[in-house]
């Protein structure tokens, strides 16, 4: 990356160009400390308000904001651009060019018309698969072995626009959607800083989405996340990965919640009742009877209390093996 931006460096005459930035989460994170390391210009930053979040509902700042204050740039926050004064805002900046890397909102025609270079969105999917605002968690619940990043020229649709550059990844088995979030956010920066050069001196022609091989990516909520026994050991480990770091896949022991962090498709069957929890001969030690096959618990949680390994739990709640693990 850093080769790019000494090669940025040296056209840098040509290449300031006023830039509005406008992200949320940790991936959009990695998208703007690469833009704030190269030559373009970075007027402000906008991303979604602050909310409150973990078990005291303290109120936390987007991650986004985070580095923004620390540079010194301005930062506005709003859900959407409807109001007259969040357009006389953005427009006030004059941008000649608004980077999106998972905002969380869509972008009206105003705010699209507006930079002369367009609005340019970096998504961590290979378009137009897995369009919309789950599309890396989504990556891993489907059992994609490919996925990759797609930097697209913004329009009035749900990740609709047409394509200046993609790059492909493959998935490890291993990946969470924190894991995988973090590998495409990496990849999106560098492929950012490869395509603007191009796209900025009209050397890119977009190309248009295949609408037959579209597919969509829900919203996720923390209700996904309650793991129903009766699924498929497999499905079941997709999920719990897919569901890592947020909003963590969890089940009821004992009347209390159960997270499951980390666990693994073991194989074999055994008779029992699904969602009773057994020991087995291989790691991680400990599996639940799940609708077909058994799945092994890794990292685990009871509610108020600290994450650890299966084996100590079990160690200290020697009662856990044998169990009934249920849904609320």
């Not at 930097?151 to 969470?176: C, F, H, R, W």
């Not at 800083?193 to 996720?220: F, H, N, V």
């Amino acid at each position: 990356m850093f080769d790019i931006i000494k090669n940025l460096t040296k056209n840098s005459c040509a290449m300031k160009v006023r830039t509005v930035f406008m992200g949320t989460p940790q991936f959009a994170v990695t998208i703007l400390a690469s833009l704030l390391q190269s030559v373009y210009e970075v007027l402000a930053v906008y991303s979604q308000p602050d909310r409150p979040a973990g078990r005291g509902h303290q109120v936390v700042f987007p991650p986004v904001k985070r580095l923004a204050l620390e540079r010194g740039i301005p930062v506005i926050q709003l859900e959407t651009f409807k109001s007259s004064e969040a357009m006389e805002k953005l427009t006030s900046f004059q941008p000649e060019l608004i980077i999106v890397a998972a905002f969380g909102a869509i972008l009206p025609p105003a705010v699209l018309s507006l930079p002369r270079f367009a609005c340019l969105n970096v998504h961590p999917s290979l378009l137009p698969r897995h369009r919309g605002p789950s599309p890396v968690a989504n990556t891993i619940l489907c059992g994609d072995e490919l996925t990759g990043v797609t930097i697209m020229l913004m329009d009035a649709g749900l990740d609709t626009g047409p394509i200046l550059a993609q790059e492909k990844v493959g998935i490890s088995l291993m990946y969470t959607t924190g894991s995988l979030s973090s590998k495409l956010a990496d990849v999106g920066a560098r492929l950012l800083l490869e395509t603007l050069p191009k796209w900025l001196g009209g050397e890119l022609r977009p190309q248009a989405q295949d609408e037959t091989q579209a597919t969509y990516s829900t919203l996720i909520t923390g209700k996904d996340a309650e793991i129903d026994w009766h699924l498929y050991a497999l499905e079941l480990w997709r999920k719990v990965r897919a569901y890592n770091p947020w909003p963590s896949c969890y089940t009821w022991w004992q009347g209390k919640r159960l997270k499951i962090h980390e666990a693994i498709p073991l194989g074999g069957m055994v008779e029992g009742e699904v969602g009773k929890v057994i020991a087995v001969e291989e790691p991680p030690g400990v599996g639940v009877i799940t609708g077909r096959g058994i799945l092994g618990l890794g990292q685990i949680q009871l509610e108020a209390k600290r994450k650890m390994s299966v084996d100590d739990f079990v160690r200290g709640r020697r009662d856990f093996i044998g169990s009934l693990l249920k849904s609320g």
